[in-house]
């Protein structure tokens, strides 16, 4: 079996039409959805992603704002921004960009954003909806798997899912997603012992760990769908993810690709998450 190829540009270019066709709506009623993007120091990986990120908004008729700040901006000074975007009826969604310079307690930062302008899903406000099963933002990633699985018409109930990683930006609130939606969860992380027993038994897998190759073939059950959350370079310094490609698309039936995968639905869910900030704004919620 050769799997089916989840497309996650395709799917982000449906996506991101709708998003436009929902903000050109609100920009009828007056409202122009809007995002605050946040970038202190100049760490080169992060000037790329905030680019693409301000660029995605423009295409897609949201209003964004670039904020860069040098290297040495004090916390103080990073809060007082931050507290000024939340009282901007301007902008309906703040990100700030991650990894901060090690004198800001990143997390400080996170905690200081409004939870309705919350659009990366990092505050702890947003993690507890998550938790709980109450409106908030979701985090872009895991959310944007979930729309991928969506878009195959998988249904997860009843089903095994084994998540590979729990970081509280990818792996954890992925199983919380995949619980919400009646899958039953595995979570795997650097202490479990026998991986590929796990993983053996899963219908779905989202590996999430950061290095190339943790899922081959020979740890793949026939049929399964994998999600490849993985950023990581190859030999030749190209980017790959966390599977084994060539290997596994031999043995499930879905799988996405690295490039072309998770990375689009990531910004696209951003979009999404700003464009529904803007509208329960607009409708007083
Ligand atoms: P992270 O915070 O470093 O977490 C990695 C997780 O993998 C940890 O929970 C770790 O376990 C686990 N792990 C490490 N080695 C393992 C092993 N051999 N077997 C099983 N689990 C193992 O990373 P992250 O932020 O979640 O990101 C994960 C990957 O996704 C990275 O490559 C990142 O670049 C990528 N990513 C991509 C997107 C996108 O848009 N495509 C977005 C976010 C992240 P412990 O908890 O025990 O240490």
Redesign the pocket.
């Known amino acids: 079996m050769t799997a089916q190829l989840i497309d996650g540009n395709a799917l982000s270019k449906q996506l991101r039409a709708q998003v436009a066709e929902r903000a050109a709506a609100l920009k009828a009623q007056g409202v122009t959805p809007g995002l605050a993007v946040v970038l202190v120091g100049d760490n080169q990986a992060s000037q790329v992603y905030v680019r693409n990120k301000v660029k995605a908004c423009q295409d897609s008729g949201l209003h964004s704002v670039l904020e860069k700040y040098e290297a040495d901006m004090s916390e103080a000074e990073l809060l007082a921004r931050v507290e000024a975007l939340n009282n901007d009826p301007s902008i309906h969604g703040i990100l700030v960009q991650l990894p901060l310079p090690a004198h800001i307690d990143a997390q400080k930062v996170i905690e200081a954003i409004s939870p309705l302008k919350d659009v990366d899903g990092f505050h702890i406000a947003s993690a507890g909806a998550l938790m709980t099963g109450m409106p908030g933002f979701w985090p872009?990633?895991p959310y944007?798997c979930m729309k991928m699985l969506e878009s195959i018409g998988y249904d997860l109930k009843g089903k095994h899912a084994v998540v590979?990683?729990?970081?509280?930006?990818?792996?954890k609130p992925m199983a919380l997603m995949l619980l919400q939606k009646n899958a039953t969860v595995t979570i795997?992380?650097?202490?479990?012992r026998d991986?590929k027993a796990q993983t053996l038994q899963a219908d779905v897998i989202v590996a999430?760990?950061?290095?190339r190759n943790?899922l081959t073939a020979d740890m793949v059950k026939p049929g399964a769908v994998v999600l490849d959350?993985?950023?990581?370079r190859n030999d030749e310094g190209k980017l790959c993810?966390?599977v084994d490609f060539d290997g596994v698309r031999e043995v499930a039936s879905h799988i996405t690709p690295?490039p072309g995968?998770?990375?689009p639905?990531?910004?696209t869910m951003l979009l999404v998450n700003t464009l529904e900030a803007a509208e329960r704004a607009a409708a007083g919620a």
Do not use: Q
């Open positions: 872009c990633t944007g590979i990683g729990r970081s509280n930006i990818v792996g795997c992380h650097s202490g479990t991986l999430a760990v950061g290095k943790v959350v993985g950023m990581n993810g966390d690295v995968g998770v990375g639905m990531t910004i």
